[in-house]
């Protein structure tokens, strides 16, 4: 064969690949829902622009009195462009944001507090998910154990640790932690910030050039930030479980119900075959929205969450910025919260579709 004909199969093999790849339905279903959440993100953006623009000018709101404080004013809105037209304004903005700039900051007063916000993003992810995953692992075994054991005293004890998670203001579990816990208690646990003040951090060239040499360092920085983020993780673990438990709960015992499960336990099938293969997939579904609508929403923090324990998160920031009416901070924890929404319903529907074949998409 010669290697014009070799060079012939292979291009016929690639083309294929690649037009099977385009006809493939969860990529045009993908395709589809990206160009729609195009304007939907435009619309939330252009909306939140807006609102922002009526509270009040941000250069006023960052600047205090005094004799200069009109020629500042005018100073920075020559400089971040706040002089320009509205509409020019907002084109400008988005701009930035798609560059992940986000203009003035009276918080941070800087012109670009982008830095500061990944640090907060990292923060924040790192304690809504660490969260997240534990309780999605604790809740499901909890769920089905309750639902099994209909009527006892294993049911009894799950349903009310639910109820007293549901019923409890996160405030007031993250204060009783403290209480035990910290400096009121056993005083075991840090009860504020997510590290160490001044903590040494590592130098990652250092540490890959000579592991021996930064090894110790960084485990010492890996078990502060272990203790550091016990408390609020405590915390917020338990609020998230007791939902998805109850919910696991009222749907496993709504499934083990259905004749399907009634048919295989009389052919025989294993119990723990029936419960985590076909009962749970089917009741696990509401829990799946739940979980994707927590982690599109967990980079907007928990500010009650990150107050009571003083975490550096995003949370605790937008609260902050509506307060002082940061707008370029107001903009940007707004427009992140948007895309992770937006990108995490997305990828419900194609779970869906995963765990459930009689979803097509």
């Given at each position: 064969?010669?290697?014009?004909?070799?060079?012939?199969?292979?291009?016929?093999?690639?083309?294929?690949?690649?037009?099977?790849?385009?006809?493939?339905?969860?990529?045009?279903?993908?395709?589809?829902?990206?160009?729609?959440?195009?304007?939907?993100?435009?619309?939330?953006?252009?909306?939140?622009?807006?609102?922002?623009?009526?509270?009040?000018?941000?250069?006023?709101?960052?600047?205090?009195?005094?004799?200069?404080r009109?020629?500042?004013?005018?100073?920075?809105?020559?400089?971040?462009?706040?002089d320009?037209?509205?509409?020019?304004?907002y084109?400008?903005?988005?701009?930035?944001?798609?560059?992940?700039?986000?203009?003035?900051?009276?918080?941070?007063?800087?012109?670009?507090?982008?830095?500061?916000?990944?640090?907060?993003?990292?923060?924040?992810?790192?304690?809504?998910?660490?969260?997240?995953?534990?309780?999605?692992?604790?809740?499901?075994p909890?769920?089905?154990?309750?639902?099994?054991?209909?009527?006892?005293?294993?049911?009894?004890?799950?349903?009310?640790?639910?109820?007293?998670?549901?019923?409890?203001?996160?405030y007031?579990?993250?204060?009783?932690?403290?209480?035990?816990?910290?400096?009121?208690?056993?005083?075991?646990?840090?009860?504020?910030?997510?590290?160490?003040?001044?903590?040494?951090?590592v130098?990652?060239?250092?540490?890959?050039?000579?592991?021996?040499?930064?090894?110790?360092?960084?485990?010492?920085?890996?078990?502060?930030?272990?203790?550091?983020?016990?408390l609020?993780?405590?915390?917020?673990?338990?609020?998230?479980?007791?939902?998805?438990?109850?919910?696991?709960?009222?749907?496993?015992?709504?499934?083990?119900?259905?004749?399907?499960?009634?048919?295989?336990?009389?052919?025989?099938?294993?119990?723990?075959?029936?419960?985590?293969?076909?009962?749970?997939?089917?009741a696990?579904?509401?829990?799946?929205?739940?979980i994707?609508?927590?982690?599109?929403?967990?980079l907007?923090?928990?500010?009650?969450?990150?107050?009571?324990?003083?975490?550096?998160?995003?949370?605790?920031?937008?609260?902050?910025?509506?307060?002082?009416?940061?707008?370029?901070?107001?903009?940007?924890?707004?427009?992140?919260?948007?895309?992770?929404?937006?990108?995490?319903?997305?990828?419900?529907?194609?779970?869906?579709?995963?765990?459930?074949?009689?979803?097509?998409?």
């Amino acid at each position: 064969m010669s290697d014009e004909n070799v060079v012939e199969i292979v291009e016929d093999n690639l083309a294929s690949k690649i037009s099977a790849f385009f006809q493939n339905r969860v990529v045009i279903y993908t395709a589809r829902r990206l160009l729609v959440m195009i304007p939907l993100f435009l619309g939330v953006s252009l909306l939140t622009f807006t609102m922002t623009k009526a509270i009040g000018d941000p250069t006023e709101q960052a600047l205090g009195a005094g004799a200069s404080r009109e020629i500042r004013i005018a100073i920075l809105k020559k400089q971040y462009g706040l002089d320009d037209p509205v509409y020019l304004q907002y084109l400008k903005w988005l701009g930035n944001f798609l560059k992940w700039e986000f203009g003035f900051s009276g918080i941070y007063l800087t012109s670009d507090p982008s830095p500061m916000i990944n640090k907060l993003i990292y923060q924040t992810a790192k304690l809504q998910y660490a969260a997240l995953i534990l309780a999605t692992m604790i809740s499901i075994p909890l769920g089905i154990t309750a639902a099994r054991k209909r009527g006892t005293s294993i049911d009894t004890t799950v349903s009310a640790i639910a109820f007293i998670g549901l019923s409890m203001p996160i405030y007031v579990s993250g204060i009783l932690l403290i209480k035990i816990f910290g400096g009121g208690g056993l005083n075991i646990l840090p009860v504020t910030g997510a590290n160490t003040a001044n903590r040494e951090e590592v130098n990652w060239a250092d540490f890959f050039s000579n592991n021996s040499y930064q090894l110790p360092l960084w485990w010492h920085n890996v078990l502060d930030s272990i203790i550091h983020i016990t408390l609020p993780l405590m915390a917020l673990t338990f609020a998230t479980l007791s939902l998805t438990t109850r919910l696991i709960r009222s749907n496993m015992l709504e499934v083990l119900n259905q004749d399907y499960i009634l048919a295989a336990r009389a052919n025989g099938i294993e119990e723990k075959v029936i419960i985590w293969r076909y009962a749970l997939r089917n009741a696990i579904l509401p829990v799946v929205t739940f979980i994707g609508l927590a982690i599109g929403g967990a980079l907007g923090g928990a500010p009650i969450t990150e107050t009571v324990f003083n975490w550096p998160g995003l949370g605790k920031v937008y609260i902050q910025a509506i307060q002082v009416l940061d707008m370029s901070i107001i903009l940007a924890i707004t427009m992140i919260i948007t895309t992770m929404v937006l990108l995490s319903n997305l990828a419900t529907d194609l779970f869906y579709a995963v765990i459930d074949p009689r979803i097509s998409i």
